[in-house]
C-alpha cells in the first residue's frame, strides 16, 4: 500500500458520512464480538468503506452518485475486482443505512453468520 493511499484512507476516516458513522458505530460493536471490521480499509487499488479481511466482506456504503450511469459503471468494476480476489461485497444506499439499520445490520449480521458456518462446514 503507498503512502498516498494510506493518508487518503485516513482522510476519508475523518471525512465519513452521516451513513457512514452510524454504521460505523453498529460495525464497532461487532468487533467486540470478534470480528474485525475496519473504516476506509485500502484493498488492492480501492478503499473500502468497511472491510473484515478475515471473513473477506466488504460493505459499502452508496449516495446518490452511485445511482448514476458513471458510478454504476465503476462500481460494477470494483465489485469484480474484489469478488475477484475473495471478496463478498454487501452495498446499501445512504438513507438506508440512516432510517432502516436494524434491517442493514440484520443483512449484515446473517452475511457474516452464513460465512462462519461455511467456514466450520469446509473443516469437517
Not at 20 to 49: M, T
Not at 52 to 70: L, M, Y
Not at 99 to 116: I, K
Amino acid at each position: 500500500m503507498t503512502n498516498i493511499m494510506s493518508e487518503r484512507a485516513r482522510q476519508m476516516r475523518r471525512e465519513k458520512t452521516q451513513a457512514e458513522k452510524k454504521l460505523w458505530r453498529e460495525l464497532r460493536e461487532l468487533n467486540r464480538q470478534g470480528f474485525h471490521f475496519r473504516q476506509q480499509a485500502p484493498i488492492g487499488p480501492f478503499i473500502a468503506d468497511f472491510a473484515d479481511h478475515t471473513a473477506k466482506i466488504v460493505i459499502e456504503v452508496d449516495g446518490g452518485q452511485h445511482a448514476e450511469p458513471k458510478g454504476l459503471k465503476t462500481d460494477q468494476e470494483r465489485t469484480r475486482w474484489l469478488e475477484a480476489n475473495g471478496y463478498r461485497v454487501l452495498r446499501f444506499w445512504n438513507n438506508d443505512v440512516l432510517t432502516n439499520t436494524l434491517s442493514v445490520m440484520d443483512t449484515v449480521v446473517r452475511d457474516v453468520g452464513l460465512h462462519a458456518s461455511d467456514k466450520k462446514e469446509a473443516a469437517r
